[in-house]
């Protein structure tokens, strides 16, 4: 019966899926204009005649080597826990873009996608990747596919709240992608803590000590290689798209230098590992979320990506003991010092640099960036106000639905049997 689980839930889900395509999504025609609600302000989420396919195919590079990879260094886990990313993937972007759709390009009853609602659809699934890696190891791929089926809802609810009302500027995700997604699988692993987990944790990491670090060496190449065109995707003008992309590669070479003056203090090693490398590469682009495009000098970029580094740093070696001892958080992957703290980071620069958000700091790109205050019906300090107020909002949606989430994961009819070997490949996968 436990052999049939995964599979049952995977034809059930994949059926809602094709029923409710079939009834609600269609594609949009090249003329999407006159089918757009003007409440809805769809004219950002359908731009096919700007799909610039080899951006579009980096994302998806991003999510199935890059997350892939990052998922595999478990080391009795690594082939199962990349064949269930990749069976999450395939689920949420069907789902994603039906949530997504219904909140943001519903119309005359029906949902009208393209090419902006397949780029949408991947920024939410990196989020639920994010939130996975906080409790890899320790769930079944059967709560794993509920996990995305909940969090998307959630995910973007915050992401409509955030975008359409409230007007937040949010181009690199930091705040609906990398502080939502941490926030809310550190609340999943609270709340599924079992304590008698704690020492097979410990002897998984003693046993990670003595295995090569060859995925996370691929994986930190395709960060370095993607995730520039992963920071941009969601940038609507050519024009504003080189200074994202410039910022996020100033702020890995930064977060990079960072690693390698701070690890030899904190560590025996005087070389880091590369997993380290890897942890701060991921921490650089994660505080490029907001402040990416809002950035007018490279020095900037080169401060936040430094900061994130040490951030990222100090964070795995003083704050996740912390999170383990005394809040009984299990963060496998580390998300919270890798995703969570750079994306608050990135969101109190950001709400910064909108106080200088002027015509002559900004420029033409003040349309571009802030298109309410360019137009004079907010100005840039309410922006401000709106884009700090922002993060809040974000943790306490994450926060909520995580502990809901994780309740419902908690449920004994989901749970594995308790003398599981969660950690190891013969639980879920033949070896």
């Known amino acids: 019966a436990s052999r049939l689980c995964l599979p049952g839930l995977c034809f059930l889900l994949q059926i809602l899926n094709i029923l409710l395509f079939a009834v609600f999504v269609r594609y949009s025609p090249e003329s999407s204009s006159s089918l757009c609600s003007p409440q809805l302000n769809c004219s950002q989420r359908q731009q096919d005649s700007g799909f610039q396919q080899p951006r579009f195919q980096d994302v998806h590079l991003q999510l199935l080597l890059g997350f892939g990879l990052l998922v595999a260094f478990l080391t009795r886990y690594g082939p199962c826990s990349v064949a269930i990313s990749i069976l999450i993937i395939s689920f949420t972007i069907q789902w994603a873009i039906l949530i997504q759709g219904f909140l943001f390009s519903f119309f005359n009853g029906k949902i009208y996608v393209g090419a902006w609602s397949m780029f949408s659809a991947d920024f939410c699934t990196a989020a639920i990747l994010i939130s996975i890696g906080a409790v890899l190891g320790r769930v079944n791929p059967v709560q794993m596919l509920l996990l995305a089926l909940l969090e998307v809802i959630l995910c973007t609810l915050n992401e409509y709240i955030l975008l359409s ?201 003040l349309e571009i960036v802030f298109p309410l205050v360019a137009e004079g019906s907010r100005t840039a300090a309410d922006q401000a106000f709106l884009q700090l107020c922002a993060l809040p909002l974000t943790l306490l949606i994450a926060v909520l639905g995580g502990c809901l989430t994780g309740a419902i994961l908690k449920t004994k009819v989901l749970r594995s049997p308790p003398d599981t070997r969660s950690l190891e490949n013969t639980v879920l996968w033949e070896v």
């Open 165 to 365: 009302l409230m007007g937040v500027s949010d181009s690199g995700c930091s705040l609906t992608v990398h502080t939502f997604g941490a926030y809310f699988g550190l609340m999943v692993s609270r709340t599924l803590h079992q304590p008698h987990m704690a020492k097979r944790k410990r002897e998984e990491q003693q046993d990670m000590r003595h295995k090569p670090d060859v995925f996370a060496v691929v994986g930190t190449i395709y960060l370095w290689i993607f995730w520039p065109s992963f920071t941009s995707a969601t940038t609507l003008h050519d024009s504003a798209e080189p200074w994202a992309v410039l910022n996020t590669y100033f702020s890995l070479v930064a977060s990079t230098m960072a690693t390698f003056i701070l690890s030899p203090l904190l560590y025996e090693e005087t070389v880091p590992r590369m997993v380290q490398i890897q942890d701060a590469t991921l921490a650089g682009v994660a505080a490029m979320g907001m402040a990416g495009e809002m950035l007018v000098t490279p020095f900037g970029a080169l401060i936040a990506g430094f900061l994130a580094g040490l951030i990222s740093l100090l964070g795995f070696r003083f704050f996740t003991p912390v999170l383990g001892s005394r809040l009984k958080i299990q963060d496998t992957c580390g998300v919270h010092n890798v995703h969570g703290l750079p994306g608050i980071l990135s969101a109190l620069l950001g709400t910064l640099l909108t106080l200088l958000a002027t015509a002559d700091t900004f420029g033409d790109r």
